[in-house]
């Protein structure tokens, strides 16, 4: 009788209770039917634009005035609308600083637009690069993803999309921390991952980790678009990460839900599977 009370329990837990603590954050904007913003605490909110796949960038208030945006939505249409109810919400004096995780369009597909509200876009020297000699090719690739009828108007947009690469370069072997009004902010480039370009975005008053793409979402059985990934340096990559940043509390996915630190550890687990099934 107990065991069977236990078992209904599980039984109850797995279908009713959410899979993580960040399950269900609150819903603060729903700007379109496939842009949102979710608060995920206070002075953490994460953006979510499905273009068509739903890709995640995090905006951070440092303090009163600073706010850092860590990667863009996919477009300069989508960017706009966020920009503009982040002014509405708190006040245009706030200033806004974007860091480009990576050269691809879910990372700063949006930089376009913020050149027009002359929001400072912070990305590295190797970012550039590859958006000048790989991102045509990659765009090409992900336009043969984007199968059927339904997806001809991402493949129009994919083929003519236009990028803007970052205003401020920096050299990516070099941790960099943004002090922006008294506040810290940490982007470090652990070796090759997902791209040869990603890097991460430390928050350390919020213990918070944007993890880009090189993290995956607690529910990813694979390791996601490996166009342009080193699945064998990935890896270690991530251990760094790990090791660097132990104080993480809330790690952040380049898709899918946020989770803990132990979305580093799955991440690793997953992209070894990947390659095993590679070779
Ligand atoms: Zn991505």
Redesign the pocket.
């Known amino acids: 009788m107990k065991r069977r009370a236990v078992a209904l329990i599980a039984g109850y837990c797995f279908l009713h209770c959410p899979p993580a603590a960040f399950a269900q954050p609150r819903v603060a904007a729903q700007l379109m039917d496939d842009l949102t913003v979710y608060e995920l605490q206070k002075d953490v909110l994460l953006v979510t634009h499905s273009y068509p796949w739903p890709?995640n960038s995090l905006l951070v208030r440092l303090n009163r005035t600073n706010w850092v945006w860590a990667d863009t939505p996919c477009t300069p249409e989508a960017t706009r609308l966020v920009v503009k109810w982040l002014y509405m919400k708190y006040g245009e004096r706030i200033r806004i600083t974007e860091i480009n995780t990576?050269f691809?369009i879910?990372?700063l597909g949006g930089n376009r637009e913020l050149l027009k509200w002359k929001i400072p876009t912070y990305g590295s020297s190797l970012t550039c690069e590859l958006l000048r000699t790989k991102s045509k090719k990659t765009m090409a690739k992900m336009i043969d993803l984007l199968r059927g009828p339904e997806n001809e108007k991402y493949r129009d947009a994919y083929r003519s999309f236009v990028f803007s690469p970052p205003t401020n370069r920096f050299d990516i072997t070099k941790i960099q921390t943004l002090r922006l009004g008294g506040n810290t902010v940490e982007i470090y480039f652990p070796g090759p991952t997902?791209t040869f370009d990603n890097v991460v975005v430390y928050f350390p008053d919020k213990r918070v980790l944007f993890g880009?793409?090189m993290v995956l979402a607690a529910d990813a059985k694979s390791a996601?678009?490996t166009g342009d990934a080193d699945l064998a340096r990935w890896p270690e990559s991530l251990r760094k990460v790990a090791k660097r940043f132990p104080r993480a509390a809330l790690v952040v996915p380049?898709?899918g839900e946020p989770g803990g630190p132990e979305l580093i550890e799955h991440s690793i687990r997953v992209v070894e599977r990947s390659r095993e099934c590679q070779e």
Do not use: A, E, K
């Open positions: 890709g990576g691809h879910d990372n997902h880009t793409c996601g678009y380049g898709h």
